[in-house]
């Protein structure tokens, strides 16, 4: 008896730290990328210009930019450039294996340095890689970082995946098209303000579908085209414009949503302490429906709700906007706004 009486006291200090002093255990383990890993003898370091092709990429980068795009050769470019001289530890290394598997293919490793490198002070290197042009390609793209400008619009074929794992900085994330982009990272409260910590996407062409999952982190999009979109934002803002979308969802808890979308066919948007602003055009039909927040069983009701459209009509928490229109729905605890304007959404 006295030992499972220890084991639950065990139990609850556990709970307790974790409770108290998990997170900043785990602020301190996620401000970084990971910068031990497997294989390390099998990476070359420094710039390299290989034959071949990629159908799988994964960098690891601690801070700097990211550029992908391609050329008409039939050869991989890999080089960096730096704000410092650096040995042969602190250079790129990278490693090209053939898996001989029809899922990952030609896959191409990139780290920022060379294993075991941890402390990189006021370092930061921008990163280029070139690959062949391939109409057939759909490249899929993995990046963990911690503060990275990532361009990848000069790659025009079709991206099957972008995958951003941020581990406390920035991501702006410039793309041509996608399959499927998911973007997550969390960042230490003391760092919430749009220009220590965004997380941005830019889209020319159409985005299949988009998950972005943010702590602490401003979320801006901008997209030609949506197939569906999950942007969820905790303790910061949302600020959305796309030119056409499919099924949107939003969800915040104490930042401010601001959608600006020229059509779309269903939108979900959850906000418990801040306004939520759309902005559609003049033209548009759509019916807005409003509900209280809830959040563990505690209830926020609306605030003020403005459809500032000619002919709306209200039925309690209904508003409706020309006929067979889009469906909207809001769970919030403070006021929404429904603004038309006569511009593009997405300008």
């Keep these: 008896m006295k030992r499972i009486f220890s084991i639950l006291l065990c139990l609850i200090f556990l709970a307790l730290t974790l409770a108290l002093g998990g997170c900043a255990l785990f602020d301190g383990l996620a401000d970084r990328v990971p910068t031990v890993y497997s294989n390390a003898d099998e ?3 420094g710039d390299k210009i290989l034959p071949g092709v990629v159908d799988s990429l994964y960098v690891f980068w601690q801070a700097g930019s990211i550029t992908v795009t391609t050329h008409a050769d039939q050869s991989i470019e890999i080089y960096e450039t730096a704000n410092q ?4 530890d602190f250079k790129l290394h990278w ?5 001989k598997s029809a899922e990952y293919g030609h896959v191409l490793y990139v780290q920022y340095a060379s294993s075991g490198r941890h402390d990189f002070g006021d370092l930061e290197k921008d990163l280029t890689i070139v ?8 490249l899929s793209f993995t990046v963990n970082t911690v503060s990275v400008n990532l361009d990848v619009s000069g790659f025009e074929n079709t991206l099957e995946k972008l995958s951003v794992v941020n581990y406390g900085g920035s991501t702006d994330a410039k793309i041509h098209s996608a399959e499927l982009v998911q973007i997550s990272g969390h960042t230490q409260e003391e ?3 749009e220009e220590l910590c ?14 972005m999952s943010t702590s602490h982190a401003v979320v801006k ?3 030609e085209e949506i197939g569906s979109a999950e942007l969820l934002s905790s303790f910061s803002d949302i600020d959305l414009k796309c030119k056409k979308a499919g099924s949107l969802t939003l969800k915040n808890s104490t930042g401010k949503i601001t959608a600006a979308v020229e059509s779309f066919r269903k939108m979900d948007i959850e906000s418990y302490q801040n306004v939520v602003e759309l902005y559609l055009p003049e033209t548009a039909a759509f019916t807005l429906a409003v509900s209280p927040y809830n959040s563990f069983g505690s209830k926020q009701e609306p605030g003020e709700i403005n459809v500032l459209f000619e002919g709306a009509v209200k039925e309690g928490n209904t508003y409706r906007v020309g006929q067979n229109g889009a469906t909207i729905n809001v769970s919030t605890g403070h006021n929404v706004s429904v603004i038309p304007q006569p511009i593009s959404a997405a300008e």
């Excluded at 490693?95 to 898996?99: G, I, P, S």
């Excluded at 941005?200 to 985005?207: H, I, L, P, R």
Aim: glycine share 2%.
């Design 95 to 99: 490693n090209y294996v053939d898996t």
């Design 198 to 211: 965004c997380f941005q996407v830019s889209a020319v062409g159409e985005v299949d579908t988009l998950l």
């Design 191 to 193: 760092a919430v303000s």
């Design 43 to 45: 990476y070359t370091a």
């Design 131 to 138: 690959l062949p042009e391939n109409d057939d390609m759909h």
């Design 85 to 88: 001289e650096t040995d042969t």
């Design 221 to 223: 999009v901008t997209a």
